[in-house]
């Protein structure tokens, strides 16, 4: 038998976007079912393919019960920094990532979150994957990055990077 930490009535988190696979009724694949830090209430323990504890969770500020892996949550008074990204957005420097003196990723470039990394020292930080370094990851704080702009206004190509790039 399969040991579960949470029971019915219990405060749960989720730490990350849960999104349709399919299998939720009236929703689109994909679409967006709970944003992640959302806090619910367990409402069913049960498992899946016999291994894996899977939660009912209801939450109520969507409306929704959804059902949550326990890697997927923690108890909702547990410390939880929210970011303001997510894995898979876009997103655009700030400022010049520089290391080393040599500038390696111009402000606007664009870039996609691979990771986010809550326990960062300063804060929140992501590993970002910058169009115009293939292959290399970095880790940006928060700060130091900001929204893409719409599809209409962004430019054919994204930022260049330094002559020396790639």
């Avoid at 326990?119 to 970095?138: E, I, L, N, Q, T």
Wanted: hydrophobic share 40%.
């Amino acid at each position: 038998m399969l040991h579960h930490r949470w029971d019915f009535g219990d405060a749960v988190r989720v730490t990350r976007n849960v999104k349709d696979d399919g299998t939720y009724p009236g929703a689109d694949v994909g679409e967006l079912l709970v944003r992640r830090g959302s806090v619910g209430h367990v409402v069913d323990v049960g498992t899946f393919l016999q291994d894996q504890v899977i939660y009912s969770v209801h939450f109520l500020d969507v409306g929704r019960i959804v059902g949550c892996r326990e890697e997927e949550l923690i108890g909702a008074d547990e410390p939880w920094r929210p970011s303001r990204f997510e894995f898979r957005e876009k997103v655009r420097a700030d400022r010049a990532l520089v290391a080393g003196g040599e500038a390696l990723v111009p402000v606007g470039a664009l870039g996609e979150v691979v990771k986010v990394i809550r326990d960062a020292p300063g804060g929140v930080a992501y590993h970002v994957h910058f169009d115009c370094r293939p292959g290399r990851v970095f880790q940006v704080p928060e700060a130091a990055l900001q929204d893409p702009p719409p599809p209409a206004s962004r430019p054919e190509e994204a930022a260049p990077c330094s002559p020396t790039s790639n």
